[in-house]
């Protein structure tokens, strides 16, 4: 089965910095990735997902990168924010299969 | 558009009692997924159907746990006798998935304490 980890598993900036989480997954086959942001007590949100045969997607602040030699993807944060502050998942799927799994997460403290 | 709907959104009972815990996954979706999420084993992914059929509940902590999915439209997980480790917050997530793989849309959770 996949095999994701994430790193860091907290990561303070001040307001203005920029952020990045990377995550490493062990199957090669994966081919997609998806990050998801979780608010204090609220649901995983999907904020940004990207596919294999792309090398970088951004969406306004947030972009993610990968790398499917070395087998990581990169998620980054610009012009952070205090509403940035939350915890972060990287998820790969388990070769071919529906499921997904996930890293272990990400505490990100946006500093005014 | 509604989301994944989840309920209760909180539980409180004692051990030993059962436990269920509702999910109607967004219309059209067909692959439907129950995550246990804990803060010492983070998210783990409990079990997972797709067109109503669980294809694989290897995530399952123990006979204890039980899922079921009779329509498309709802799913239910069912703990009996509940016991304080299973205390965490339960999400259903659902996605449309086809022959490339699909985002998992989450509902907001079930917290669940067993004293």
């Known amino acids: 089965g996949e095999n994701v980890e994430q790193h860091p598993s907290t990561l303070s900036v001040q307001e203005g910095d920029s952020a990045v989480i990377k995550c490493t997954y062990s199957d090669s086959a994966s081919n997609y990735f998806p990050w998801y942001k979780q608010e204090l007590g609220k649901r995983p949100q999907l904020i940004i997902d990207?596919?294999?045969?792309?090398g970088e997607k951004k969406d306004q602040r947030i972009a993610v990168t990968l790398n499917k030699t070395a087998k990581h993807f990169s998620l980054h944060i610009t012009e952070t924010q205090p509403e940035d502050s939350a915890v972060y998942f990287c998820?790969?799927?388990?070769?071919?299969?529906?499921?997904?799994?996930f890293g272990s997460g990400t505490q990100l403290t946006v500093l005014p | 558009d509604a989301g994944v709907i989840q309920s209760p959104r909180h539980e409180v009972t004692e051990m030993g009692q059962e436990v269920t815990l509702r999910c109607k996954p967004i219309s059209g979706h067909n692959s439907l997924f129950w995550y246990r999420q804990t803060m010492m084993r983070g998210l783990e992914l409990l079990i997972y159907?797709?067109?109503?059929?669980?294809?694989?509940d290897s995530g399952m902590p123990e006979d204890r746990f039980s899922a079921k999915m009779p329509n498309a439209s709802f799913s239910t997980l069912k703990i009996q006798p509940s016991e304080p480790r299973d205390s965490a917050v339960y999400f259903c997530?659902?996605?449309?998935?086809?022959?490339?793989?699909?985002?998992?849309?989450f509902g907001d959770g079930t917290r669940l304490s067993i004293l």
């Open positions: 159907f797709n067109n109503n059929v669980p294809i694989d």
């Open positions: 997530a659902s996605s449309l998935s086809g022959t490339l793989q699909a985002p998992q849309h």
């Open positions: 990207i596919r294999s045969n792309v």
């Open positions: 998820a790969a799927p388990s070769g071919s299969a529906r499921q997904l799994t």
